[in-house]
């Protein structure tokens, strides 16, 4: 099992419009990335790291859980909040899935892969209440209740 | 002359068959209102309102919830409690629902969400993403319930087309229950005998009991995920699926005649007329 994180490496369109709408808030910083948690054999988690990131579109990060390689300084943000959204049958990851089983050949190798949507939150200085306000933010914007589910870690 | 309010959004389509076409063919005035004027409150002047389809804010974070955040909502939410119909079509039913106007089973708080398209055989997905191509649709609730189907008899059937990647529409069973008693569910998707089935093809994207439009409890906002301002006249409907398109081939007055959809239209200006 391996865990890839994604962004993009222009300014990401969603986080702006995101904290253009969430303006009420008192935000320093608003990034979006993605996750994916990868479960397959060995021999083929090259494969599936490198199908879902673009090196000349995104910056990446992998965890193997022995350590860390990838784009390492692009995601070493220290953010107050982490909000992590994934939705009920995500047409990304079944897409993703298929590919690698399908079209990649690796079949049964790949065991399954999950996204979710995480936005990194900093709060100007002497925000109380972190935990509480990016739960709100989450249930305003980011996370539809019936058919996506969000954690909050701070 | 009724006044029809048609909002675009940044990313907003079809705005324009709405105001050009759609609403003078029923002998109603309609005006586009962009998000971004000052005088807002000119908003209230109207008599109806439609949210039109397309890609508002490009359909970032999710299809129609950042225009839902729009400060023209809290307005059109406002308007409604006064009972004026509110028409949302495809990315407008998404904004609904993220705004909280449908179902409004639990005030406006968001309780149903349109998903991304996930078409089901034997419970299996077999077609996700983006579709665009025409289906039927029938109106499931009795004649009157809502504005959208004032003059339209339950059970009538209606070619559109649809072109969406999140259309699916989800609720908890209980909100869904509240819906059935309630007769909220207007339009169901079907095939061209009136046959409803929750299996792709007929139900394109997996949606809940093959819903492809709700209205509110009072029945005065409707949110569809079809075009039915794409039905609206007989030119616009494929050839190969139309036996009145057949007949008409060739005669321009026929051509430019009503498409099976105008009843939905004619009958927001029955509704309106009723009100008065």
Redesign the interface.
Known sequence: MITLYRKLKIPDPEAVTARNTLKDYSLRRLDKMEEFSIDADDDVLKSAVSYLYNPNEHFYLVNTGNGTRGNEKAFDVNYDARIRVETEEDPMTITVLNVLRGRYGHGSKIRNVRRKVVWGVVFQEGETDIYGKADEMARTLFANPVFQRYEVSV | MYKVAVIQFPGSNREYELVHDTFSSVGMHAELFRWNRKDTDTLRSFDAYALPGGFS??D???AG??AA?DKLMKILAEEAEKGKPILGICNGCQILA?AGLVPQIYDNE????L????GKQNGQ?VR??FISDWYNMKSTARKGRSFANYLVEEGEIFPVPIAH?EGRF???DEVLREMEVNGQIIFTYCDQEGNVSEEYPVNPN?STKSIAGVSNKRGNVVAIMPHPEAANQLFQIPLDISEAKQEAWGNYDKMEGPGPTRRIFESVRAYLEEMK
């Open positions: 804010y490009q970032r974070v999710r919830v950042v955040k993220e968001v309780s149903m969400g998903a991304p398209n996930a997905t996700t993403g990647a989800r609720m908890s997996g």
